[in-house]
T-cell receptor, first 109, second 118 residues
Framework: GDSVTQMEGPVTLSEEAFLTINCTYT??????LFWYVQYPGEGLQLLLK?????DKGSNKGFEATYRKETTSFHLEKGSVQVSDSAVYFC????????FGKGTHLIIQP | DGGITQSPKYLFRKEGQNVTLSCEQN?????MYWYRQDPGQGLRLIYY???????QKGDIAEGYSVSREKKESFPLTVTSAQKNPTAFYLC?????????????????FGPGTRLTVL
């Protein structure tokens, strides 16, 4: 079946550091790929998405590129802020929406 | 404003009682979903509905029930048969159902309800 694997957290960085959160997937066909963000005590918000190979999703300084050859959709940001502290979920949509387990990101001032 | 609302934000239940969580959307979406979130386990699908008066079980439907009498509403009942009901429950909706293509498959989430069984 479909699956999503994310790097384990928590990931702790200093403000203005470069961020990468790894995400790889297994799926049949050509899934859409998503990153969602969850702030403490809240629901999930869509951060960005990509629907086909080589597409790049971007939003709020975050980027992720759909790499079919490596089945990856790594999330990156050039300079993180304290307000980016949250849990980030990678997900794919094929026959249904499959989530990774989430990566807790902590940004220290 | 368009969006998804869930109520209440916090809910406490005594063991052996049924409890119903509300989910309403005014996005005119056909499909709605219920997920359960536990620490370190990501989200797991409980039930989903792709159209009014129709719904299907997800991965962990045992101990839960739903109804979809109106397009805007998809309430979830946590029954006394659910052995570990304490969790964070998230409702979502999308333009089309699970077989929807790009552009219709994005799910939008409500703020969640935290259920605690005392």
């Amino acid at each position: 079946g479909d699956s999503v694997t994310q790097m384990e957290g928590p990931v702790t960085l200093s403000e203005e550091a470069f961020l990468t959160i790894n995400c790889t997937y297994t799926a049949t066909g050509y899934p859409s790929l998503f990153w969602y963000v969850q702030y403490p005590g809240e629901g999930l918000q869509l951060l960005l998405k990509a629907t086909k190979a080589d597409d790049k999703g971007s939003n709020k300084g975050f980027e992720a590129t759909y790499r079919k050859e490596t089945t990856s959709f790594h999330l990156e940001k050039g300079s993180v802020q304290v307000s980016d502290s949250a849990v980030y979920f990678c997900a794919l949509h094929a026959d249904g929406l499959t989530f990774g387990k989430g990566t807790h990101l902590i940004i220290q001032p | 404003d368009g969006g998804i609302t869930q109520s209440p934000k916090y809910l406490f239940r005594k063991e052996g009682q049924n409890v119903t969580l509300s989910c309403e959307q005014n996005l005119n979406h056909d499909a709605m979903y219920w997920y359960r979130q536990d620490p370190g386990q990501g989200l797991r699908l409980i039930y989903y509905s792709q159209i009014v008066n129709d719904f299907q079980k997800g991965d962990i439907a045992e101990g839960y029930s739903v109804s979809r009498e109106k397009k805007e509403s998809f309430p979830l009942t946590v029954t006394s048969a659910q052995k570990n009901p304490t969790a964070f429950y998230l409702c979502a909706s999308s333009i089309a159902g699970l077989a929807g293509g790009p552009g219709t498959d994005t799910q939008y989430f409500g703020p969640g309800t935290r259920l605690t069984v005392l």
